[in-house]
Structure formats: C-alpha cells, structure tokens
C-alpha cells in the first residue's frame, strides 16, 4: 500500500513563500506522476502542479511562475515550493499519486490527508 504524507502548511501573510512536502512510501515503477492538488472553502479539488518520473513539470495557469515542483529521488520526497503567496491560494493541499499522467482527479491512485495553507492579506 502506498502511503503519502504532506506537511509544511501554515498560517502566512500575501507574498510569502512556503514550501510543502509530500513524503511516499512504498511507491512502484508503475507510478509515473505525482502531483499536488488544492481544494479552498466550498470549492472542489482542482490541480496544481505535476512532475513525472523524468522530471517532466505541469502546472495549473493561476499557479504558473509562482510555485514550483520538484522531487526528491533519493528521499522519495515531492515539494511544492510556493512563492508570492495569494489570499486566492489559501486551500488545503493534497499530494497524490498516479500510474497515468493526467490533471484529473479521479485518475488518482493515491492521496494524503492534505495540509493546510491559509494566506492572510
């Protein structure tokens, strides 16, 4: 069973960077992709960023210049570094995983519990 665990939310100010970590463990050759997902009050998950297996990057056009995302082979360890933080931005953030390359949600094969970030004005 592959398990993913976030951390590095908070409470921070706009214009204030931040940097998540998802840690995975027990993750195969099949998953290609791992990926950062959001979701804010009252609002659906929507995607944020995705790096495949080569290194490859995606990322959603509002986060696009603001945040990026790496991994971390040797620690097994994904990041999202956030930076120019927006009260828009405050949401909880999920890391997930997926055998597919793809922004959907439902194609996701893992997910963590998520961590919280909130940006004050």
């Known amino acids: 069973q592959v398990q993913l665990v976030e951390s590095g939310g908070g409470l921070v100010q706009a214009g204030d960077s931040l940097r998540l970590s998802c840690a995975a463990s027990?993750?195969?050759?099949?998953?290609?992709?791992m990926t950062w997902f959001r979701q804010g009050p009252g609002k659906g998950r929507e995607f944020v960023a995705g790096i495949t297996r080569s290194g490859v990057t995606h990322y959603a056009d509002s986060v696009q210049g603001r945040f990026t995302i790496s991994r971390d082979g040797a620690k097994n360890t994904v990041y999202l570094q956030m930076s120019s933080l927006k009260p828009e931005d405050t949401a909880t953030y999920y890391c997930a995983a997926s055998r597919t390359v793809s922004r959907y949600v439902g194609i996701m094969d893992y997910w963590g519990k998520g961590t919280l970030v909130t940006v004050s004005s």
């Open positions: 027990g993750l195969g050759f099949s998953i290609l992709y």
